[in-house]
């Protein structure tokens, strides 16, 4: 309705902190109706916030409201709510088994909205990035074979493989304009079937990062996941 967010803070602790203080402005086109609303749905303490069954009885809700009638997707799969809730042995004795290896760190929907400039999420999930100082991308495939395919491409680029669970760090064997450059990429898991791979310079030089992404998301292209509307497009 304002054409931007409420709470909007490049820093993440000054934005948690707008939000725990409700601290935003309404626009002056808003209505006495949509401002009232509006209040009561970020309402920071939970006992006064309003419900879903309130808003849907709001007097500016109802206005010009149609309700929605949703199809059941017949091929819609529950795979990953499936596994959360499962007590199969099969299930428990690889959950076990990743603790005992580690998992990679989990991606909470604040994480994402921080990384998402004005809540645009087309960045994780476009066929082509632009690389500058960092870059992200997601993949389908297991955390263990993201990095495992990453180390086994970035080492006939010409670096150094420093790993401790699912964060990496590639150091150049050769000495660039400023120094040696350095990558960080750390896995991170949204779903049991999805994952965000972020790639950082650490260090070195901006323009030489930028080729050794080029090069480096080339080489990773058979884990990188495409939408189908991207594929459609190709």
Known sequence: MAGFLPFDEPNIIALYKKIYRADFTCPKWFSPGARKLILRILEPNFKYRITIPQILESSWFKKGYNPVKFQEERDTSLDDIDAVFSDSVEHLVMEQKELKEGRPSLMNAFDI???SKGLNLSGLFEKKQTATQE???????PATEIITK?????????F?????????R?????????GHLSVATEVFEVSPSL??????KAGGDTLEYNKFY?????????IVWTSEVDVTEG
Do not use: C
Not at 135 to 141: E, G, I, L, N, V
Not at 170 to 178: D, Y
Not at 195 to 200: D, G, S
């Open 113 to 115: 909205i921080s990384l």
């Open 135 to 141: 870059a992200r991308f997601t993949s389908k495939h």
């Open 195 to 200: 994952f965000v791979v972020e790639v950082k």
């Open 170 to 178: 590639f150091q150049g064997s050769e000495t660039g304009r400023k």
């Open 214 to 222: 080029e090069n480096f998301s080339t080489a990773l292209k058979d």
């Open 160 to 168: 150094n493989v420093k790993r401790r669970d699912y964060k990496m």
């Open 150 to 158: 990453m180390e086994e491409s970035v080492k006939p680029l010409g």
